[in-house]
């Protein structure tokens, strides 16, 4: 993706530390992003997200009073979410697996551990939106879908995929989304 592709993006940043919220910024300007608005934790992150038309979050997991696990649940599954398909990065200073774990049941798109680096973050979001995968939803999952290698099912392939006559019995497949047009 070029500099000019990226200067079109909205990007939302959610993180309690303004410091790590102006590094961002200074961060996404060097590749281009001119469009960011940042909120301070999850509650008014979500405010911010239904009044705009974000390309992409970026959020940290740790905030107060609301964190961004609650965010990232509450963009995948409330029903007057603006966009439950967008593409949700978690930038956070705790990489242990459960932090992983846990974002990647509530429906990440892609998980970095700080300190950032300019390099990571740009090969971050050009993954998200360049790479697209599947959605899924079903009772317990809302996201991406998570499987990101090609291997054989053993045994019963229990997914059940919609076509264009039958409903899903266990997920609907959603077509990857491409970034809105600014």
Do not use: W
């Not at 410091?19 to 961060?27: A, F, G, V």
């Not at 940042?38 to 705009?52: I, L, R, T």
């Not at 392939?157 to 409903?167: H, I, P, Q, V």
């Amino acid at each position: 993706m070029s500099t000019a592709s990226l200067s079109k993006l909205k990007v939302l940043i959610v993180d309690d530390n303004q410091n790590m919220r102006i590094l961002l910024r200074s961060l996404l300007g060097v590749i281009g992003v001119k469009n960011i608005i940042d909120a301070s934790d999850g509650d008014k992150g979500f405010k911010v997200f239904q009044e705009h038309a974000f390309d992409i979050v970026l959020c940290d997991i740790r905030m107060e009073p609301a964190d961004g696990f609650s965010l990232l649940e509450k963009i995948r599954t409330d029903i007057k979410s603006r966009n439950p398909y967008i593409p949700f990065i978690f930038l956070s200073g705790h990489g242990e697996a459960i932090y992983v774990k846990k974002a990647r049941d509530l429906g990440m798109n892609e998980f970095m551990v700080k300190p950032v680096t300019l390099d990571t973050l740009q090969q971050k979001i050009e993954s998200a939106l360049n790479n697209p995968r599947s959605f899924i939803k079903q009772a317990s999952y809302v996201g991406p879908d998570r499987r990101r290698q090609e291997r054989p099912i053993e045994g019963k392939d229990r997914r059940c995929y919609a076509t264009s006559n039958t409903a899903a019995k266990n997920i609907n497949a959603m077509p990857p989304l491409t970034p809105t047009p600014h």
